[in-house]
Structure formats: structure tokens, C-alpha cells
């Protein structure tokens, strides 16, 4: 049983264009993280929610949205895509925010490659 | 601004061998660290996570160490596998809840 999943798994597509990726967790937990790793294996958060509030907003261009239907799910939305968005995209999630229930869950990744 | 560095980028052991993986963070107020590893095409796994007031954390044959106030950690592997082998990766958390991943030390374990 799949804990944390993420589609598409590979995402290939014009630039100008804009673009979902969809996670969902089946965990239960409170909190999920989209992260970004780019072509040097840097890996850099971009957002995080908990309970559908956004309590981490790294400063990412106002292009990417993160949306949050319900607990179990948050969806990364891209508008106009540029060459720099090619990367690897993690979604990941924790039970909390607080001492041992931070331990992360990370999904398979979506590789956005934008040409 | 938060850095983390990983010593060494690369490390290469014979399988059975014991080894240390080092963490440095430029920012000591720091609310906890993980380790995690990350296989080739794949998510991230959580290994270990040590709060701000703990030393060390212990999981098998993994073991964690931090000291906060040289802004250090260290993840030691006992009797290291070929399974072992992959990137490993340590994250600071600020209590901001900012979290700043080092850039990994890749791992292989020959047989």
C-alpha cells in the first residue's frame, strides 16, 4: 500500500504552458511538503501545509500554487513554466509539526523536464 | 541563512566495514535533524531524527550523533552492506520550520 503518492511520475511540456502534480497521502498525518531537487541534487523546500493552513512558503515565484482539497491531498500548480522549473519534484508528509511526529514520508517524485 | 555541508561528497568501503558521515550547520538554533537516504530515482527515506535537546538517536545498525553547539552530526554505520548503498542526506529544521537539506554524501558498499 502506497503511502504517499504522487502523479504524474514524469511530466515533459512546453514552456509557457501550466502544469498540475497531485500527491496523496494515506497516512493520516496533518502536515505535507512539496520539495524541489534540482539538477545538482540540491534539494530546497517550497511549501508545506497543515490542516489546510500554509504555515511555510519559501520564496518561490508566485507562479507555483500549492492547493489543498482536504488532508489527504496537495496538489503543486505551475502556471506560465520556465526552462529553470525542469527539476524533480518531492511531495512528502508528517504526522505534525512538533518532536517525533516530524518524521517525513516522502513520495516517489515527479520529474518536470519543461523544453 | 542556514548552510549545511556533508563530508565527504563521495565515499567508497569494502562491504562489513564501520563508517562516519559528517553534518556541519552554520546556525546552532536549530529545533531538530534528520538523516535520510535517498536511492538512485527515488524518494527520500527518513532514517533518524534527532531533537534540539537530544545527543544521539539510534535505529539498528544506524546511529546519529549531534552537537548543537559546534553545529555538528555525525551518522555512523555499523557492519555497512551493499544495501547500503545510496546518497544520505542531513536536514536541519529552524524554529521558523524552515528546513535546509546538506548535499549529500553518496555511499557505495562493495561486496
Known amino acids: 500500500d502506497t503511502a504517499v503518492s504522487q502523479t504524474p511520475k514524469y511530466l515533459v511540456t512546453q514552456m509557457g504552458n501550466d502544469k498540475s502534480i497531485k500527491c496523496e497521502q494515506n497516512?493520516?498525518?496533518?502536515?505535507m511538503y512539496w520539495y524541489k531537487q534540482d539538477s545538482k541534487k540540491f534539494l530546497k523546500i517550497m511549501f508545506s501545509?497543515?490542516?489546510?493552513?500554509?504555515?511555510i512558503n519559501e520564496t518561490v515565484p508566485n507562479r507555483f500554487s500549492p492547493k489543498s482539497p482536504d488532508k489527504a491531498h496537495l496538489n503543486l500548480h505551475i502556471n506560465s513554466l520556465e526552462l529553470g522549473d525542469s527539476a524533480v519534484y518531492f511531495c512528502?508528509?508528517?504526522?505534525?509539526?512538533?518532536?517525533?511526529?516530524?518524521?517525513?514520508?516522502f513520495g516517489p517524485g515527479t520529474r518536470l523536464l519543461v523544453l | 541563512k542556514q548552510e549545511v555541508t556533508q563530508i565527504p561528497a563521495a565515499l567508497s568501503v569494502p562491504e562489513g566495514e564501520n563508517l562516519v558521515l559528517n553534518c556541519s550547520f552554520t546556525?546552532?538554533?536549530?529545533?531538530?535533524l534528520q538523516w535520510f537516504r535517498q536511492d538512485p530515482g527515488k524518494g527520500l527515506t527518513s532514517l533518524l531524527l534527532?531533537?534540539?535537546?537530544?545527543r544521539e538517536q539510534t535505529s539498528g545498525r544506524l546511529n546519529a550523533s549531534l552537537d548543537k553547539s559546534s553545529g555538528r552530526s555525525t551518522l555512523y554505520i555499523a557492519a555497512s552492506q551493499p544495501g547500503d548503498s545510496a546518497t544520505y542526506l542531513c536536514?536541519?529544521?529552524?524554529?521558523?520550520?524552515?528546513?535546509?537539506f546538506g548535499p549529500g554524501t553518496r555511499l557505495s558498499v562493495l561486496p
Open positions: 536536514a536541519v529544521r529552524d524554529y521558523g520550520q524552515n528546513f535546509v
Open positions: 546556525d546552532s538554533a536549530i529545533y531538530n
Open positions: 534527532i531533537q534540539s535537546s537530544q
Open positions: 497516512l493520516g498525518h496533518d502536515t
Open positions: 501545509y497543515n490542516n489546510k493552513e500554509l504555515i
Open positions: 512528502a508528509s508528517s504526522q505534525g509539526t512538533s518532536g517525533s511526529m516530524e518524521t517525513q514520508y
